[in-house]
């Protein structure tokens, strides 16, 4: 929960805590020390500093971070700057309270607070709950809050299929895709305007880049949690879970010097497929929901394998522009959307990742309904029985079967 303001008495306080920090980065680096046990020398020469304890020990952990960091690049082989540019903020578990009308007290020295007034929206949420941690920048007050939330029941699996221009989810029974191109275009306009920068001071354009990159990220952000609101809300609704596949080295695939065009690596690089991430996880388990994280060897060929045979797929002609996103199924004699291909092999595998995870039988005669569990190959959920199990029994005698996905609709969710 975030809320701007504007005030210069919390300027000077973030200065001390800035310049603690580089102190104690610095102590850190010099006799070794990464963790807050080591730090107990340190602390007792920040006795003459007139700040309450509460910063005083929010600097040290946030320096053995950084310390911690630095260790962790260096064990890769990564080059890191010293010192390195710190942004000037501070983040406090205690110290700070809220009155019942709302105001927010933040001490500055013994007896002397800086106080706000909440906005009724930031309000109404933190009232009744735990405030983890509060956040002060120059600008803006970030609170970390949580809640109990009751899990809900899971009884389908939704596939998750990120690409530069869209967002596909879904079961077998239907597939919806989130038209996201307009990202493309904010994106490239904004390098354009950077690039059109002429002003001989670079300071000068470093502060405009800051200012178009910082409308670009708030324009991006504005579409993503569109689709992700959209796309948790339905998965509530319908008492689905999600199953994401692992995207990891995309940026090690377009780095410069591997013989591709700049338009095309700056287009891939700068997709946001770890923000959509990021945003389902949080969204999805304030509703309840817990995602299913598939491994890179789970989600391998979930593009390329037909999600009703299993056998390769053919890639369109060149000059063949109407299958320009689908492919050819050799055994099913049909073409395929890539999209929807992918979403639904990713919805087995997270199916079958679900059903491996259910509790053990506890006596014979739930032994059948269990086989699938102890040989992890289901594949379809079957209800109807009467029972309290969510997913109630499993056809486990094959991964693919069923219907094939072109008989079931796919829907269209453009973001306006």
Same mark, same amino acid.
Not at 383 to 407: F, Y
């Given at each position: 929960?975030?809320?701007?303001?504007?005030?210069?008495?919390?300027?000077?306080?973030?200065?001390?805590?800035?310049?603690?920090?580089?102190?104690?980065?610095?102590?850190?680096?010099?006799?070794?020390?990464?963790?807050?046990?080591?730090?107990?020398?340190?602390?007792?020469?920040?006795?003459?500093?007139?700040?309450?304890?509460?910063?005083?020990?929010?600097?040290?952990?946030?320096?053995?971070?950084?310390?911690?960091?630095?260790?962790?690049?260096?064990?890769?082989?990564?080059?890191?700057?010293?010192?390195?540019?710190?942004?000037?903020?501070?983040?406090?578990?205690?110290?700070?309270?809220?009155?019942?009308?709302?105001?927010?007290?933040?001490?500055?020295?013994?007896?002397?607070?800086?106080?706000?007034?909440?906005?009724?929206?930031?309000?109404?949420?933190?009232?009744?709950?735990?405030?983890?941690?509060?956040?002060?920048?120059?600008?803006?007050?970030?609170?970390?809050?949580?809640?109990?939330?009751?899990?809900?029941?899971? $009884?389908?699996?939704?596939?998750?299929?990120?690409?530069?221009?869209?967002?596909?989810?879904?079961?077998?029974?239907?597939?919806?895709?989130?038209?996201?191109?307009?990202?493309?275009?904010?994106? $490239?306009?904004?390098?354009?305007?950077?690039?059109?920068?002429?002003?001989?001071?670079?300071?000068?354009?470093?502060?405009?880049?800051?200012?178009?990159?910082?409308?670009?990220?708030?324009?991006?952000?504005?579409?993503?949690?569109?689709?992700?609101?959209?796309?948790?809300?339905?998965?509530?609704?319908?008492?689905?879970?999600?199953?994401?596949?692992?995207?990891?080295?995309?940026?090690?695939?377009?780095?410069?010097?591997?013989? $591709?065009?700049?338009?095309?690596?700056?287009?891939?690089?700068?997709?946001?497929?770890?923000?959509?991430?990021?945003?389902?996880?949080?969204?999805?388990?304030?509703?309840?929901?817990?995602?299913?994280?598939?491994?890179?060897?789970?989600?391998?060929?979930?593009?390329?394998?037909?999600?009703?045979?299993?056998?390769?797929?053919?890639?369109?002609?060149?000059?063949?522009?109407?299958?320009?996103?689908?492919?050819?199924?050799?055994?099913?004699?049909?073409?395929?959307?890539?999209?929807?291909?992918?979403?639904?092999?990713?919805?087995?595998?997270?199916?079958?990742?679900?059903?491996?995870?259910?509790?053990?039988?506890?006596?014979?005669?739930?032994?059948?309904?269990?086989?699938?569990?102890?040989?992890?190959?289901?594949?379809?959920?079957?209800?109807?029985?009467?029972?309290?199990?969510?997913?109630?029994?499993?056809?486990?005698?094959?991964?693919?079967?069923?219907?094939?996905?072109?008989?079931?609709?796919?829907?269209?969710?453009?973001?306006?």
């Amino acid at each position: 929960m975030k809320q701007s303001f504007s005030d210069e008495s919390v300027a000077g306080l973030l200065r001390d805590c800035l310049t603690i920090t580089y102190n104690a980065i610095n102590y850190g680096e010099k006799n070794d020390i990464s963790n807050r046990k080591g730090f107990k020398g340190f602390y007792g020469t920040l006795k003459e500093v007139e700040r309450p304890s509460c910063y005083k020990t929010a600097t040290i952990t946030r320096a053995c971070a950084v310390l911690k960091s630095r260790k962790k690049s260096e064990k890769r082989g990564i080059k890191t700057t010293h010192p390195k540019h710190l942004r000037p903020m501070i983040c406090v578990t205690s110290g700070f309270f809220i009155t019942m009308k709302g105001r927010l007290f933040v001490p500055l020295e013994r007896n002397k607070y800086f106080d706000i007034q909440l906005n009724d929206y930031v309000f109404k949420k933190l009232e009744g709950k735990k405030i983890r941690s509060l956040t002060i920048t120059q600008d803006s007050l970030s609170f970390c809050y949580s809640e109990d939330v009751e899990e809900r029941p899971i $009884q389908r699996v939704f596939g998750v299929d990120r690409n530069e221009k869209n967002i596909s989810f879904g079961d077998a029974q239907e597939v919806t895709q989130i038209d996201v191109s307009k990202l493309v275009k904010i994106k $490239q306009t904004n390098r354009e305007i950077v690039g059109s920068f002429k002003r001989n001071d670079i300071r000068i354009r470093r502060k405009l880049a800051r200012k178009y990159g910082a409308r670009g990220r708030n324009r991006t952000n504005q579409i993503l949690h569109a689709a992700t609101n959209f796309m948790v809300k339905t998965a509530a609704e319908n008492d689905a879970t999600f199953a994401i596949e692992a995207l990891t080295g995309i940026r090690k695939l377009y780095q410069k010097g591997n013989g $591709q065009g700049k338009d095309y690596r700056f287009r891939l690089n700068s997709w946001p497929h770890w923000k959509v991430k990021e945003m389902l996880e949080y969204k999805s388990l304030a509703q309840g929901i817990e995602i299913i994280k598939l491994t890179k060897s789970e989600t391998y060929g979930s593009s390329s394998e037909c999600s009703t045979c299993g056998e390769k797929l053919c890639n369109p002609a060149k000059d063949d522009v109407e299958h320009k996103r689908m492919l050819w199924c050799q055994t099913c004699k049909i073409w395929i959307d890539r999209d929807v291909n992918a979403v639904l092999n990713l919805s087995k595998r997270g199916l079958a990742r679900f059903v491996s995870s259910l509790p053990r039988p506890e006596s014979r005669l739930q032994q059948t309904d269990f086989e699938a569990e102890e040989k992890g190959l289901a594949g379809e959920a079957v209800t109807g029985n009467g029972t309290t199990t969510l997913i109630l029994r499993v056809d486990a005698s094959k991964l693919v079967g069923g219907h094939h996905p072109t008989l079931y609709g796919v829907g269209h969710h453009p973001l306006t």
